[in-house]
Nanobody, 121 residues
Framework: QVQLVESGGGLVQAGGSLRLSCAAS????????IRWYRQVPGKQRELVAA???????NYADSVKGRFTISRDNAKNTVYLQMNSLKPEDTAVYYC???????????????WGQGTQVTVSS
């Protein structure tokens, strides 16, 4: 059983910072990419940032220069450092991992339960 657990969300004033964490646990053979998505009610889930096992990163235009994604492979944990937060960053943030549990199983997607980020103006 693979679990992704997000933490670090909360309430912050505009201009402030938060750091989200996504810890993967369970029977994991290999993790490829890990992505952060966010979603507000009534809207589609939006890709915010992604990092591959080669440490290539990409970001949504709306967060470039403000958010930084990083990973600690030893801890199977990915971080999203969010600086200069804006009210429009308010959303539930979800962690997604592309992984497989054995060398012969196909790559699969795992999702965390989400963590709320609220930025007040």
């Amino acid at each position: 059983q693979v679990q992704l657990v997000e933490s670090g969300g909360g309430l912050v004033q505009a201009g402030g910072s938060l750091r989200l964490s996504c810890a993967a646990s369970g029977n994991i053979f290999s993790i490829n990419a890990i992505r952060w998505y966010r979603q507000v009610p009534g809207k589609q889930r939006e890709l915010v940032a992604a990092i591959t096992n080669g440490d290539s990163t990409n970001y949504a235009d709306s967060v470039k220069g403000r958010f930084t994604i990083s990973r600690d492979n030893a801890k199977n944990t990915v971080y999203l450092q969010m600086n200069s937060l804006k009210p429009e960053d308010t959303a539930v943030y979800y962690c997604n991992a592309v992984l497989r549990v054995t060398v012969v199983t196909p790559w699969d997607n795992a999702w965390g339960q989400g963590t709320q980020v609220t930025v007040s103006s």
